[in-house]
């Protein structure tokens, strides 16, 4: 292998993802127990080397505007586009050749329409160009991501993780990320909200209180007995509501702050993060809705966090969001939603130059590759926190997050202890 590899050829095989968890997102028609069509892109090196991606995106998140993926489409356009899209591209200028990958058209074959390479395909491709970039670069994907996107130096930590405790929350005692997790969700499906959330939000209370008095209960007995309300490193409570609120007080702003007050009074001395407490149609709207709501909780001095979650596809609305006077105290970022980790990266970077807070997510559906790559992405970033789609408390996904992260920086550990005893 020189020290300059080429893309000698193109590789795509098709496959099967796993089925999301419990509490994913299928479509309507596809049930949530079937696998998920994914294709594989190999990238060859040489001849010699294989840097490969995983094309899958978590059923139901695509927005309305995008076509299902399907394999056979797929196969089609890394045969025929890609090899001449990738000719004589600078393969070690990653976010050059992804920008060009998420506005290049296409015309489908079927019925001429042109379009947008599909998310799920440009998710996959941008997995093995970032191989393929830090191989040009001489260094790991992690260094590399950083040093193109100009983050700083990234610290041997993994960034903490969100803990979804389900909804009604189940025993966090099984959850066995607990310990790593600095913070702690409940998530509805905003339904039913008069039965999930109680007509005054009485039942959302309850359980924030469960939440918060099982956490004093788990703190208490790892600490023999010590452990009060008042510890600095209590983890905070993230209440996903889904638009709950709005729906519940018909986006009455005076009823939906009295229950933002009984809420952060049931979660007490845990600091509170609300995502999205009403959710309004267009994504615009829907940010400077939330923006006002978080005036009015500033004006009374209220500690309650809020979160949007919803309506996040594009850097575009990142923008909306952080610009001039921030519309909310954290943002939610589905990978899934955005179907290109080029654009995720800019985000992330874009919040953290405004302070913005983050929480990223990874999807239900993810193949270990891909989590390899997000793993590396969180690790090269250090969003504020990571986790994945709600599903259980113990979400394949975010288990196998959690145990790449791990895996880096023991590997990145050791390296730096090599360098030091050199010395």
């Known amino acids: 292998m020189t020290s300059s590899p080429k893309i000698t050829s193109i590789l795509a095989v098709p496959g099967f993802a796993p089925p999301p968890v419990a509490g994913g997102l299928p479509s309507e028609d596809e049930p949530a127990s079937l696998p998920r069509e994914m294709v594989s892109i190999g990238l060859v090196l040489d001849g010699q080397?294989?840097?490969?991606g995983d094309c899958l995106l978590t059923a139901g998140l695509l927005p309305e505007k995008e076509h299902p993926f399907n394999?056979?489409?797929?196969?089609?356009?890394?045969?025929?586009?890609?090899?001449?899209?990738?000719?004589?591209?600078?393969?070690?200028?990653?976010?050059?050749?992804?920008?060009?990958?998420?506005?290049?058209?296409?015309?489908?074959?079927?019925?001429?329409?042109v379009r947008l390479i599909h998310p799920a395909l440009r998710y996959g491709l941008q997995q093995a160009l970032l191989?393929?970039?830090?191989?040009?670069?001489?260094?790991?994907?992690?260094?590399?991501?950083?040093d193109m996107y100009g983050f700083p130096?990234?610290?041997n930590t993994p960034p903490p993780l969100h803990l979804e405790a389900g909804y009604p929350p189940l025993s966090l005692k099984r959850s066995p990320l607990l310990r790593q997790a600095a913070s702690i969700g409940l998530t509805t499906s905003a339904e039913d909200v008069e039965t999930e959330l109680g007509k005054a939000g009485q039942i959302l209370q309850r359980h924030v209180r469960a939440l918060r008095e099982e956490l004093n209960a788990i703190r208490k007995s790892a600490s023999n007995g010590s452990a009060s309300e008042e510890a600095a490193d209590l983890p905070a409570i993230h209440l996903n509501v889904r638009g709950g609120l709005g729906k519940l007080y018909d986006n009455q702003f005076g009823k939906i702050m009295g229950a933002l007050f009984g809420l952060e009074a049931a979660a007490a001395a845990y600091t509170l993060r609300v995502e999205d407490p009403l959710l309004m149609d267009a994504s615009l709207t829907h940010t400077n809705t939330i923006k006002?709501?978080?005036?009015?909780?500033?004006?009374?001095?209220?500690?309650?966090?809020?979160?949007?979650?919803?309506?996040?596809?594009?850097?575009?609305?990142?923008?909306?969001?952080?610009?001039?006077?921030?519309?909310?105290?954290?943002?939610?970022?589905?990978?899934?939603?955005?179907?290109?980790?080029?654009?995720?990266?800019?985000?992330?970077?874009?919040?953290?130059?405004?302070?913005?807070?983050?929480?990223?997510?990874?999807?239900?559906?993810?193949?270990?590759?891909?989590?390899?790559?997000?793993?590396?992405?969180?690790?090269?970033?250090?969003?504020?926190?990571?986790?994945?789609?709600?599903?259980?408390?113990?979400?394949?996904?975010?288990?196998?997050?959690?145990?790449?992260?791990?895996?880096?920086?023991?590997?990145?550990?050791?390296?730096?202890?090599?360098?030091?005893?050199?010395?």
């Open 49 to 52: 080397e294989v840097i490969w």
């Open 71 to 113: 394999a056979r489409e797929a196969l089609t356009t890394i045969q025929k586009t890609l090899p001449r899209f990738l000719r004589g591209a600078a393969l070690d200028n990653f976010p050059a050749i992804a920008q060009k990958i998420d506005t290049h058209l296409e015309q489908t074959r079927q019925t001429g329409q």
């Open 131 to 146: 191989g393929v970039a830090a191989r040009k670069r001489q260094t790991g994907v992690i260094r590399a991501i950083a």
């Open 153 to 155: 130096t990234p610290p």
């Open 292 to 423: 006002e709501l978080k005036n009015y909780l500033q004006l009374r001095r209220m500690k309650a966090k809020l979160v949007i979650g919803s309506h996040i596809r594009s850097l575009k609305n990142i923008q909306d969001i952080i610009d001039d006077d921030q519309a909310a105290h954290m943002v939610r970022l589905r990978t899934a939603n955005f179907g290109s980790l080029h654009q995720t990266i800019k985000a992330i970077a874009a919040c953290r130059e405004k302070g913005m807070p983050v929480l990223l997510e990874a999807g239900a559906i993810e193949t270990g590759r891909s989590i390899q790559t997000l793993a590396q992405l969180a690790m090269a970033t250090q969003p504020d926190f990571v986790t994945a789609e709600p599903g259980t408390i113990t979400a394949p996904s975010l288990l196998a997050l959690h145990s790449e992260m791990a895996r880096l920086t023991a590997w990145s550990g050791s390296q730096s202890s090599k360098v030091a005893d050199s010395r």
